[in-house]
């Protein structure tokens, strides 16, 4: 009989220490959780911060390749605009492009 009322006290006081184990645990964690959460907060605000720049960044160089383009097609628009004028000029005088 003494050997079972000892076995249940070394269980009742393994079973205290797990808790007590258990609750320093939890104590220590609750901080490291609430850093965790702070942190995982600063970067995504970060990755949006840069995910904003970034397409902001790719908005302009998009906006400066559309007008290069734009002006291309002008420049191309005017030299066949030329190129028509100068066909009719040379054939008032009568001259063609094989001269």
Not at 70 to 85: P, R
Request: proline share 1%; glycine share 4%; hydrophobic share 40%.
């Amino acid at each position: 009989m003494i050997g079972l009322k000892f076995l249940l006290h070394k269980k009742c006081f393994s079973s205290l220490w797990v808790q007590a184990a258990n609750w320093e645990l939890y104590k220590k964690q609750r901080p490291a959780d609430a850093v965790l959460y702070e942190n995982v907060k600063k970067a995504d605000t970060q990755k949006a911060a840069t995910d904003t720049t970034s397409y902001t960044h790719q908005q302009v160089e998009k906006a400066k390749l559309l007008a290069k383009i734009k002006k291309a097609k002008g420049i191309q628009a005017l030299a066949q605009a030329e190129d028509e004028y100068l066909v009719m000029l040379m054939k008032q005088f009568g001259a063609t492009m094989e001269e």
